[in-house]
T-cell receptor
Framework: NAGVTQTPKFQVLKTGQSMTLQCAQDMNHNSMYWYRQDPGMGLRLIYYSASEGTTDKGEVPNGYNVSRLNKREFSLRLESAAPSQTSVYFC????????????FGQGTRLTVV | GIQVEQSPPDLILQEGANSTLRCNFSDSVNNLQWFHQNPWGQLINLFYIPSGTKQNGRLSATTVATERYSLLYISSSQTTDSGVYFCAVGRGQGGKLIFGQGTELSVKP
């Protein structure tokens, strides 16, 4: 049982390049999330998907797009990377209802130069 | 939105010591979780505790929802307890979480 799997684990981009971070969960969870973690800070929500077919903005959505491909997969796209998007990105999933634990992937360390 | 404040920001302990970490939140919540981020960056679930008290081995947590705070107790600390402890809260449906800034714990042998 892999839980939440993110790829890649590390990435270096040049300013203006695009990339997609992939996330898949095998726990049959309804809800999935993308967070970013900057040094010395807690995680901040970028986008989330409460259920298959829906996506909504979180606290810091600017510069990102998401796709809920199916119940298992939720991808995060940077169309034109900026140095301010240098961060560690975490994908998470949960049942999305009261009482549900959130489970996190291993994180993707992204550097934009 | 809901504000989450954790204290202290940093804590250094000798192995075997006990500690209490605090999480204050500014509004009512129906979801409160504690996580441990280990030195490799992995986030590990500790407790789901929007109210009441729970214990898991050397760790226990108490949330007093009416007073909007939660406490995480670590007893007989070990070097493997080192890392950052996050409190995260949510309200309504959907499972979205708002994280505090974390408490960085260092346990010395």
């Amino acid at each position: 049982n892999a839980g939440v799997t993110q790829t890649p684990k590390f990435q270096v981009l040049k300013t203006g390049q695009s990339m997609t971070l992939q996330c898949a969960q095998d726990m049959n969870h309804n809800s999935m999330y993308w967070y970013r973690q900057d040094p010395g800070m807690g995680l901040r929500l970028i986008y989330y998907s409460a259920s298959e077919g829906t996506t909504d903005k979180g606290e810091v959505p600017n510069g990102y797009n998401v796709s809920r491909l199916n119940k298992r997969e939720f991808s995060l796209r940077l169309e034109s990377a900026a140095p301010s998007q240098t961060s560690v990105y975490f994908c998470a999933s949960s049942e999305g209802v009261s009482g549900a634990w959130a489970f996190f992937g291993q994180g993707t360390r992204l550097t934009v130069v | 939105g809901i504000q989450v404040e954790q204290s202290p920001p940093d804590l250094i302990l000798q192995e075997g010591a006990n500690s209490t970490l605090r999480c204050n939140f500014s509004d009512s919540v129906n979801n409160l979780q504690w996580f441990h981020q280990n030195p490799w960056g992995q986030l590990i679930n500790l407790f789901y505790i929007p109210s009441g008290t729970k214990q898991n081995g050397r760790l226990s947590a108490t949330t007093v929802a009416t007073e909007r705070y939660s406490l995480l107790y670590i007893s007989s600390s070990q070097t493997t307890d080192s890392g950052v402890y996050f409190c995260a809260v949510g309200r309504g449906q959907g499972g979205k979480l708002i994280f505090g800034q974390g408490t960085e714990l260092s346990v010395k042998p």
